[in-house]
């Protein structure tokens, strides 16, 4: 269970870095609005890379990007943001309990449909589950329209498991049962 809970923090540090970078969204292509699935591999790790899909459009993204924005910004200092063409890169240090993350993310729009993302991280002090340096790459691609069922803010994970993000409150919830 503890093992998890550290892979999450990687992940929210590396979402951090990544929503630090896209707080400024009119530097970055936006991504047309629809299902995408993104896959995260982190280097080296025992797990295999972990999938989701899910559904935005350009509210979701728009509240998305502020939520992240604003909780870049209580987590992290001093982004570094650099943006040619369809590259960007962001470098920015953030806070979680009592580790610190140094990281520098490269991401590759291939227009609105796709993007890679690759994120280089030190975290200070190590843990007995994070390793001081990490890799973890995002592989994301827009799939069509949202399918009949799935509405903005849902995401599916790989295990079958369905959430809705919701933007306002920067959280995943579990929807409400059909019918109550």
Known sequence: MMRRSTLM????????TNVAGFAHADLWPHRKPGLWQMTMTMQGAS??????????????????I??????????C???TIH??????????????????STSHTV???????????ETRTHMSPPSKYIKSDNVMMND??????CPAGMKPGDVVMSNGMHMHL????????MPEPKGQ
């Open 9 to 16: 923090v990687m992940a929210w540090a590396a979402l951090a």
């Open 47 to 64: 797990m295999p890379p972990m999938s989701s899909k899910y559904c935005v459009d350009a509210a979701t993204e728009s509240a998305l």
């Open 66 to 75: 502020s939520a992240g924005q604003n909780a870049a910004n209580k987590m």
């Open 77 to 79: 200092s001093g982004a």
């Open 83 to 100: 943006v040619t063409g369809s590259t960007g890169t962001i470098d920015a240090t953030c806070k979680f309990a009592n580790m610190t």
């Open 107 to 117: 991401i590759t729009f291939v227009g609105n449909t796709a993007y890679h993302s």
């Open 140 to 145: 994301a691609k827009w799939m069509g329209p």
């Open 166 to 173: 919701d933007p306002n409150a920067m959280q995943m919830r």
